[in-house]
């Protein structure tokens, strides 16, 4: 059975009649499937590595850059299993006095070296397939044929293997994509084997390279958009500002709210501030704890921090309240 904890810490002081000063700040760890889940990626990444340095040699000593591309589009699928291995391995690690959000960046950096490689390897595999256009090379089908449906066993059983893991892990869920759509680059080598085998069609193979580095394209361009917009703080995918907005002005003793900042510290760990500026009668510890368990509960947002304001807060302008303060 899995557990889960959380704990959220309130905070608040007086400055005076009517300023109240708060913090609200709520975060929760699931446990339970971890040591499952990273024992199954690990497997998984086994097994991917070991056949692709097999298909690597099988593509260079048959000719078939299909196969060699196949074994690019599997190494997308290494990078994501060992990112996902890794993000459970960090995600365990405590946060130190200088890292005070742990390691969980150490994911989007390897994701962005990642994209970046395997682009250029896609871009290769293109150049090359053009220039086998121009002067094809002998390709022998029959160990390409075997490479390729040796490859497509692979990779539905290393889709088995996360299948049995927790399904509501998205580490989990992603590298499982990624080596279902892996399997689908077997397929096509197959294809291509199948035709220069029965048709002597080697051109097949240039095509079939074509096809599946546009692929290994597109999943590293979604790699690197993805972790250049976690590192610029963008707001993280399936979170709306205005929906966060409306939520939180619609929390009982929020006249209105400003300052609202959205971004993600890693994958799956959105992270929200807010000032709130208080009605009246409300107390802003409250108020605070108030918002931040609705972030929770409405957006799945464990980490918020809560500034409430007194209504009076938002007329007054700093410099008054720093010659107040000066004042004997």
């Not at 409430?308 to 004042?327: C, D, F, I, Y």
């Amino acid at each position: 059975m899995g557990q889960g904890h959380a704990h959220r810490v309130e905070h608040g002081h007086e400055y005076g009649p009517g300023h109240a000063h708060g913090h609200a700040h709520g975060h929760g760890h699931g446990h339970g499937h971890g040591s499952s889940d990273a024992r199954r990626l690990g497997m998984a990444l086994a097994l991917t590595v070991a056949f692709l340095g097999v298909e690597v040699v099988a593509g260079w000593l048959s000719g078939s850059l299909a196969l060699l591309s196949d074994a690019g589009h599997m190494l997308t699928d290494a990078g994501a299993l060992l990112l996902a291995l890794v993000a459970q391995r960090l995600a365990a690690r405590s946060r130190t006095d200088r890292r005070t959000f742990g390691y969980r960046r150490a994911e989007i950096l390897a994701a962005l070296l990642n994209g970046a490689v395997l682009a250029g390897s896609a871009i290769w595999i293109i150049f090359e397939a053009v220039q086998r256009f121009r002067d094809p090379p002998e390709i022998l089908g029959v160990p390409m044929l075997i490479v390729a449906g040796l490859g497509l066993i692979v990779n539905l059983l290393a889709a088995w293997i996360l299948a049995g893991g927790d399904t509501d892990n998205a580490n989990v869920r992603a590298a499982a994509a990624h080596v279902l759509s892996d399997a689908a680059g077997s397929v096509a080598a197959l294809v291509a084997a199948i035709l220069v085998i029965g048709w002597n069609i080697n051109s097949a193979d240039a095509v079939v390279s074509i096809a599946i580095s546009l692929l290994i394209l597109w999943g590293a361009w979604r790699l690197i958009r993805g972790a250049v917009d976690v590192l610029m703080e963008g707001t993280p995918e399936g979170i709306e500002p205005e929906a966060l907005s409306a939520v939180i002005c619609a929390t009982p003793g929020v006249e209105s709210m400003h300052d609202l900042h959205v971004w993600a510290i890693s994958s799956g760990f959105p992270v929200v501030t807010v000032h709130v500026v208080l009605d009246g009668s409300a107390h802003g510890t409250d108020v605070a704890r108030s918002v931040a368990e609705r972030l929770e509960r409405e957006f799945g947002i464990e980490h918020a921090t809560v500034q409430p304001e007194a209504p009076e807060a938002k007329l007054v302008p700093a410099s008054a309240l720093v010659g107040r303060q000066q004042q004997p």
